[in-house]
């Protein structure tokens, strides 16, 4: 069974920009987490979606959006980049449950904005 | 709320010495724990986790780790260190419930020297 996935790999734009980050979660798997690993640092918890709902959102600010498609798909979207903004993006899937205690993590995307 | 404190930033040992990193947590209710390592240029893999069962944990390639509610600690340890173990490693915990929100510490580097 394939993994998480992301898309692209790697990512060079320049400040004022907008990029969008793409992630597939496993097959099965309803919710997608977007974290924020700025180098030297641990991830950062960004956003969260179930049934393409917001459930959770970090202490970002409002030029970080993103959204969840039917098949479970998601995107993140970052507006007006900074150059504070690259950082490796990783994408997170779990099954939505009782016991949904474990994250699936895809490459991640490397972001640099110049 | 929840945070998570990893002692030590790096740690350097001996190929086939024992490997200890150390990790204090806090949480307002009963947390899972995780253990992810991350080699460079890759995603984070799950090493092991704690979920309320026993409260000593065993991992994939021989770690181990030990939830201490007393001491709200979670160290993951290896009796034998080996090179291919030299990597980032990230304590992690979350609602028991809901992993898609997880608050990670720092980070700990660990060296393994031949």
């Known amino acids: 069974d394939a993994g998480v996935t992301q898309s692209p790999t790697h990512l060079i734009k320049t400040r004022g920009q907008h990029v969008t980050l793409r992630c597939s979660p496993i097959s099965g798997h309803k919710s997608v987490s977007w974290y924020q690993q700025v180098l030297g640092q641990g991830p950062q918890f960004i956003f969260q979606y179930y049934e393409k709902e917001e459930r959770g959102r970090g202490n970002f600010p409002d030029r970080f959006s993103a959204r969840q498609f039917p098949n479970y798909s998601s995107e993140l979207n970052v507006n007006a980049l900074l150059l504070g903004d690259s950082a490796l993006y990783l994408c997170a899937s779990l099954v939505w449950g009782e016991q949904s205690d474990t994250q699936y993590f895809g490459p991640g995307t490397r972001l640099t904005v110049l | 709320a929840q945070s998570v404190t990893q002692l030590d930033s790096h740690v350097s040992v001996s190929e086939g010495t024992p490997v200890l990193l150390r990790c204090n947590y806090s949480s307002s209710y009963s947390p899972s724990l995780f253990w992810y390592v991350q080699h460079p240029n890759k995603g984070l893999q799950l090493l092991l986790k704690?979920?309320?069962?026993?409260?000593l944990v065993k991992g994939i390639n021989g770690f181990e780790a030990e939830f201490k509610k007393s001491e709200t600690s979670f160290h993951l340890t290896k009796p034998s260190a080996h090179m291919s173990d030299a990597a980032e490693y990230f304590c992690v915990v979350s609602d028991h419930y809901n992993a898609g929100k997880s608050t990670f510490g720092d980070g700990t580097t660990l060296t393994v020297k031949p």
């Open positions: 704690y979920t309320s069962a026993a409260t």
